[in-house]
């Protein structure tokens, strides 16, 4: 019992504190300057519309939390098996590396549209926009703690006759675990983004995600409504980082007892 208070304390009553706050803040503000609703609706306003809404934004929720899982489950088994690739050779590392570097500096905004034309708008369209976005991540950190091996450990391998497979499934990629981790959660949070980014440009009728219901809402100055999507959203996001921060941490937690 002190154990779950002590945890309570440490880990979320700060930000329990620090979104109170903030949420005061904001609800003095709009009434002290007498803000109009369609500019910055009062936190009351916004739980009203949440409410009201409930039913849309939770299909909203469902929707886009299917395409950014998906987006970011192919991400980690491509990105995966990509750094695997660069790990056996520095000349096709070299050669392909720049590629993978173009995923993360192209503007989404710039090729969405073209994804849209090619592959039309609907489900695959947003996993594909999300699966892009997420998949450097995974890449660079995997890559990274591929090559970060112990030498010592590497000598050994070749003193035992131990094929590149042999290697990389015994020394390469137990050691890239951590690595593997980093790179998943920073990836699930993006996969998020590029989910509703992807609702953009392809986002359903009838079917609608966050992503087409804040582009939807944004136009009508509907911002209480805004506002509960874009929190929506965010949820989103903290829930599929915080399944990934822990299903990581039982590995990590499995894998250094095993260690051990």
């Given at each position: 019992?002190?154990?779950?208070f002590?945890w309570f304390?440490?880990?979320?009553l700060?930000p329990l504190g620090?979104?109170f706050?903030?949420v ?6 709009t009434?002290?300057f ?6 910055l609706?009062?936190?009351l ?5 949440g ?6 934004l939770?299909?909203g929720f469902l929707?886009?939390g299917a395409?950014?899982?998906v987006?970011f489950?192919a991400?980690?088994?491509?990105g995966?098996?990509v750094?695997?690739l ?9 050669s392909?590396f720049?590629?993978?570097?173009f995923?993360q500096t ?6 969405a549209p073209?994804i ?6 609907g489900f ?8 892009i ?9 995997a890559?990274a ?7 010592d450990l590497?000598?050994l391998?070749?003193l035992?006759?131990?094929?590149r497979w042999?290697?990389l ?5 137990p050691?890239a675990?951590?690595?593997?981790i980093t790179?998943a ?8 983004i ?8 392809a986002?359903y ?11 939807q809402t944004a136009?009508?100055?509907?911002t ?13 996001g903290l829930?599929i ?6 299903i ?5 937690n499995?894998w250094y007892d095993?260690e051990?």
């Amino acid at each position: 019992m002190r154990t779950l208070f002590r945890w309570f304390v440490t880990y979320i009553l700060p930000p329990l504190g620090a979104f109170f706050t903030v949420v005061i803040l904001w609800h003095f503000a709009t009434v002290i300057f007498d803000i109009k609703r369609y500019i910055l609706p009062g936190p009351l306003l916004v739980a009203e519309a949440g409410v009201k809404n409930l039913g849309e934004l939770w299909n909203g929720f469902l929707m886009t939390g299917a395409e950014a899982i998906v987006g970011f489950a192919a991400s980690l088994c491509v990105g995966t098996l990509v750094a695997c690739l660069f790990s056996q050779s520095p000349v096709i590392r070299r050669s392909l590396f720049p590629y993978a570097i173009f995923l993360q500096t192209v503007p989404i905004v710039a090729i969405a549209p073209l994804i849209v034309i090619w592959f039309g708008t609907g489900f695959q369209s947003v996993v594909l926009v999300s699966f892009i976005i997420s998949l450097f991540p995974i890449i660079t950190n995997a890559t990274a703690g591929l090559l970060q091996v112990d030498p010592d450990l590497l000598d050994l391998f070749r003193l035992n006759n131990a094929t590149r497979w042999q290697t990389l499934l015994k020394l390469r990629l137990p050691s890239a675990v951590p690595s593997i981790i980093t790179g998943a959660r920073i990836a699930s949070g993006v996969a998020v983004i590029g989910a509703i980014v992807g609702e953009f440009f392809a986002g359903y009728v009838s079917r609608k995600g966050l992503g087409y219901l804040i582009l939807q809402t944004a136009p009508q100055l509907k911002t209480d409504k805004l506002f509960a999507t874009v929190i929506a959203s965010t949820i989103l996001g903290l829930t599929i980082f915080a399944l990934v921060s822990l299903i990581g941490n039982l590995i990590l937690n499995r894998w250094y007892d095993g260690e051990a």
